[in-house]
Structure formats: structure tokens, C-alpha cells
């Protein structure tokens, strides 16, 4: 696609995780996966997700009867947490259907971030298998689990939802201390000492400017507190 801005790049970071289970336990696996989303996205100010069910594109590895039978099991992992189904037709992995998590930007645009896909392809190319309670060897099922999807992505839908104004907790600095003299200087710097040991990411603004340029700036910085 075309590059653009945080958007698209050449190359992003992933919090991809895959996990092992057994057919029995994909419902329930799926579900912890769509509550943990649900409460991460939460706590970073998107609290509506449109989510969709993307299915076995016309390019595809395995069988009907396996892709049949993880379709079904996303399909019911959303109905069991309330979510009704929209379809993306042909839109899944070659190895497998997904659930693809859209977030809104400022201009009403969607953004595909987080992802659950469901892989009956991997465990079988690989030959895993298991011991399972009937003393038997079982094929596991694998599940590939992204939150955040793209790190960079979400950062840039993150930024414009709020302006560049981050809540106090993931901004990257959250106090600026301005000293209106050179005088108060060696106070500001104590002060900030403290900051930093009960935790606090703080600067201190020592440039020999007038307080009202030291507070434009920042103010346009989006700092949450500037003490003066």
C-alpha cells in the first residue's frame, strides 16, 4: 500500500502473540482475547470497537471442513460475548478466518488495529501434537493474538483522537516546572528531584526566557501540568 505517515509504513512492530489449545478451548480462549482487548482499549479512551468476522479468502491452505469448523468457533466466541457478527467476506488469513478490530479516527475513518485469528494450518504443518485426556495424540489449534495490532498504527490513531493531548498517565512528560528567576532555580530543581521519587516524569524549564514564553511552549508541547 501506499506509505502514510504512522498510518502505513515500510516497517512495524507487532505485539503478536500465539497461543496453543486444544478444539474444546477455543471458545473460551477467544473470549478471554476479546475481554482483554476490550479492557486495554478501554483504559486508551476507545471505549466502541467495530469488530468483524473475516473469512476464507478465494487463496487459501486446508480443507473446507477445517475452515467450516473455525469459522463456527469465531463466529460463536462472538455471539457468547454479545457481539453481533458483521461478515468481511474473503478478508481472512490464507491460513485461517480472523476477527478484525476497527478503530475510529478524528475524521470518522477506520483503522483495522488489533486482530484474532484462528490457525488450524500452522499445527499441522509443524506436526504438533498432544497427549489428551483419552491417552490419545491430538492436533492443537492455534491462536494469533494482537492487541494493539501495528505499535505504529495505533500510536497515530491514539494521537489524533486526542489531539496529541495524552492522559496524564502516557504522556511522555507530565509536570513542567517554570521558574519565573534565575533565583528560584535551585528550588524548582528540588522540587523536581521529589517529583522523580515518588515516580513522576518531570522537567524543569531553565532557559532564561519570560514565564509567558515558557508557558506557550509549553502549553504547545501538550504537557498536562505546568507549575510556575
Known amino acids: 500500500g501506499v506509505l502514510h505517515g504512522l498510518f502505513r509504513v515500510r516497517g512495524f512492530t507487532q505485539d503478536d502473540a500465539h497461543i496453543y489449545c ?3 478451548q477455543i ?3 477467544v473470549l478471554d482475547c476479546l475481554d482483554m482487548l476490550k479492557k486495554v482499549y478501554g483504559i486508551l479512551g476507545f471505549p466502541k470497537v467495530r469488530q468483524y468476522l ?3 479468502p478465494q487463496s487459501r491452505i486446508g480443507s473446507d471442513e477445517l475452515w467450516d469448523k473455525a469459522e463456527g468457533a469465531l463466529a460463536g466466541a462472538l455471539k457468547g460475548a454479545g457481539i453481533d457478527v458483521e461478515i468481511h467476506h474473503g478478508d481472512g488469513a490464507f491460513y485461517g478466518p480472523k476477527i478484525d478490530n476497527y478503530l475510529v479516527d478524528s475524521i470518522g475513518r477506520e483503522w483495522q488495529c488489533g486482530t484474532i485469528q484462528l490457525d488450524f494450518q500452522m499445527p499441522e504443518r509443524f506436526g504438533l501434537e498432544y497427549t489428551g485426556a483419552d491417552g ?3 492436533r492443537p489449534v492455534m491462536i494469533h493474538r494482537a492487541i494493539l495490532g501495528s505499535l505504529e498504527r495505533f500510536i497515530g490513531v491514539l494521537v489524533e483522537s ?3 493531548k495524552l492522559p496524564v498517565w ?3 512528560v507530565q509536570a513542567i516546572l517554570m521558574p519565573v528567576t534565575d533565583k528560584t532555580l535551585p528550588y524548582a530543581q528540588d522540587v523536581a528531584r521529589r517529583m522523580r521519587a515518588a515516580g513522576l516524569r518531570v522537567d524543569v524549564d531553565e ?3 519570560k514565564i509567558g514564553s515558557k508557558i506557550r511552549d509549553a502549553i504547545g508541547k501538550k504537557i498536562p501540568y505546568l507549575l510556575v
Open 22 to 24: 486444544t478444539v474444546d
Open 27 to 29: 471458545e473460551r480462549e
Open 54 to 56: 473475516s473469512t476464507r
Open 136 to 138: 490419545q495424540r491430538h
Open 162 to 164: 486526542c489531539a496529541g
Open 170 to 172: 502516557l504522556s511522555p
Open 207 to 209: 532557559r532564561n526566557e
